[in-house]
Nanobody, 127 residues
C-alpha cells in the first residue's frame, strides 16, 4: 500500500504563485509515476502534470505548460507542483495520485490508471 497526502493549498491573487506538495509513504518502492489532477464543481477531474518516480520524466497539460513545474525530492519522498502566473481558471481542488507498476505513457494522463489518491487540497485564485 502507498499513502499520499497533499498540503500547501490556499488563496492567491491572479498572477501570483503557490507551491503544493504531496508526500508519499508506505511501499514507495512500488511507485512508477506520480501525478497531479484537479477538479472544479461540475467538471471531470483533469490531468495537470506527472513525473516518473525513478526517471523524473515530466509531462503537463497544455494550459499549464510554462507556468507549472512538477518536481520531487528523493530524501523525503515528496512531489511538488510549483504554480506560477496563476489565473482564476486554475481554481480547483488539486489531487495527488500514485500509480504502482508500468503502463504505456499514453495512458498516464487518465485518472483511472492511478491506484492511490490523496484527499485533495483547495487552490483558489482570486481575480
Amino acid at each position: 500500500q502507498v499513502q499520499v497526502v497533499e498540503s500547501g493549498g490556499g488563496l492567491v491573487q491572479a498572477g501570483g504563485s503557490l507551491t503544493i506538495s504531496c508526500e508519499a509513504s508506505g511501499r514507495t518502492s512500488d511507485i512508477y509515476v506520480m501525478g497531479w489532477f484537479r477538479r472544479t464543481p461540475g467538471k471531470e477531474r483533469e490531468f495537470v502534470a506527472r513525473i516518473g518516480w525513478t526517471t523524473d520524466t515530466t509531462s503537463y497539460r497544455d494550459s499549464v505548460k510554462g507556468r507549472f513545474t512538477i518536481f520531487r525530492t528523493n530524501a523525503v519522498n515528496t512531489v511538488y507542483l510549483k504554480m506560477n502566473s496563476l489565473q482564476p481558471d486554475d481554481t480547483a481542488v488539486y489531487y495527488c495520485a500514485a500509480r504502482r507498476g508500468w503502463v504505456m505513457d499514453e495512458h498516464l494522463d487518465r485518472s483511472i490508471v492511478y491506484d492511490y489518491w490523496g484527499q485533495g487540497t483547495q487552490v483558489t485564485v482570486s481575480s
